[in-house]
């Protein structure tokens, strides 16, 4: 049974519409991390946070929000998403340490 | 700037050879180094890990090199399998904000 949840699996979006990525994770970890993949960059951090109600920026976080409603859940914002931002996002789970992260199956979108 | 550095790029060996994948890094406040391996179309997972108290971890076929003087380690993967193939990659973390990787070594193993 998939720990990390994600979806929607596969998204397009037009370029200026708001995109939300939804994970849930059922470890009961505290940190959750958003990453994207991308051909020649590897995985890169966006946002993370240490538990609810609480976000971090990451490497990355230009153009992309993050919320953390509760333990379980970490969504990633697109509000005005651009061709820039098509690519793989993973979201991961970890715990305090952060030394294992569980990632979930990904999101590949498409912004046209 | 790149934290962590891997290479090479990509790496074939036939099966049973020794693959030898390289990584760097810059932050010395680094002190968990862990590798992933993610196949195609997956997501990637946790392969094995070290922390900077030890210079060598091994776990079956795969085994870490770590020279902290040096900020260098090796991931060494002996009697390589067509099974290992995959992007491995180095990461490094300095506590809980998430770990940075490298841009992975795509190895293929040849049968």
């Known amino acids: 049974e998939a720990a990390v949840t994600q979806s929607p699996r596969n998204k397009v979006a037009v370029t200026g519409g708001k995109v939300t990525l939804s994970c849930n994770q059922t470890n009961n970890h505290n940190n959750m991390y958003w990453y994207r993949q991308d051909t020649g960059h590897g995985l890169r951090l966006i946002h993370y946070s240490y538990g609810a109600g609480s976000t971090e920026k990451g490497d990355i976080p230009d153009g992309y929000k993050a919320s953390r409603p509760s333990q379980e859940n970490f969504s990633l914002i697109l509000e005005l998403a651009t061709p820039s931002q098509t690519s793989v996002y993973f979201c991961?789970?970890?715990?305090?340490?952060?030394?294992?992260?569980?990632f979930g199956a990904g999101t590949r979108l498409s912004v046209l | 700037q790149q934290q962590v550095r891997q290479s090479p790029q990509s790496l074939t060996v036939w099966e049973g050879e020794t693959a030898i994948l390289n990584c760097s890094y810059e932050d010395s406040t680094f002190d968990y180094f862990p590798w992933y391996w993610q196949f195609p179309r997956e997501s990637p997972a946790l392969l094995i890990a070290?922390?900077?108290?030890?210079n060598k971890k091994e776990d079956g076929r795969f085994t870490i090199f770590f020279n902290k003087r040096e900020k260098k380690l090796s991931l060494h993967i002996t009697d390589s399998q067509p099974g290992d193939s995959a992007t491995y990659f180095c990461a490094a973390s300095n506590y809980a904000q998430g770990l940075t990787f490298g841009l992975g070594t795509r190895v293929s193993v040849f049968p």
């Open positions: 070290i922390r900077p108290v030890s």
């Open positions: 991961a789970s970890g715990d305090d340490r952060g030394t294992t992260l569980y």
